[in-house]
């Protein structure tokens, strides 16, 4: 079954806030994430960088912290939601707003835009979608985990993330146990909350 792309969000079996993202792609495979700081970004392979000027989506910043609370999305709505977050919006509305404004991808497919947010600290976190029929921001309860995708799995599905580490996480999402049955996968990023927060990537 072929997902797109796919995130996740919640928390670990030790109960550790953790966010995740894959990016699977028929059209665009050769991408890669860079992890720098405090910001994970999805960009061509060497040799691949005109891919940009065929589609304008296949490169962003995946994930970004700011002042400890994770963002991960699909697309550029990455900085829009994490600019309002630092501008001490609350998560719900920096989230609702910017997937509202910014709306699906207008490409060949209607892509949706997905995107996650966490506060670790005082443990608030909301999922949502926006495609070409909806919009759908839901509360992630602390205890449980979530993910969703571009395509098939557009509504929040509670998982289990059976993982202590952020490479682990990396790799979970990217082909262990049900993500194994989702087509595509070409690299993926995972990030763990234990005071502070660790970032890996899988290529």
Known sequence: MYLGRILALGVNKKEKPFVAYRVSSRSFPNRRVKVSNKVASIIPKEGYETDIFENPYIAYNCLRIVDNVAVITNGSHTDVIADKINSKMNLKDALTLSLFTIDYEKDEYNTPRIAGVINPEEYESYIGIVTHEKILVEKIEHGTAKFISTYQQQSPKIT????????????????????????????????????????????
């Open 160 to 203: 289990d993330f059976p993982v202590e580490t952020s490479k682990d996480l990396a790799e979970f999402i990217f082909d262990k146990e049900e993500f194994r049955n989702f087509t595509n996968p070409v690299s993926s990023v995972g990030a763990i909350y234990d005071g502070e927060w660790t970032i890996d990537s899988i290529n």
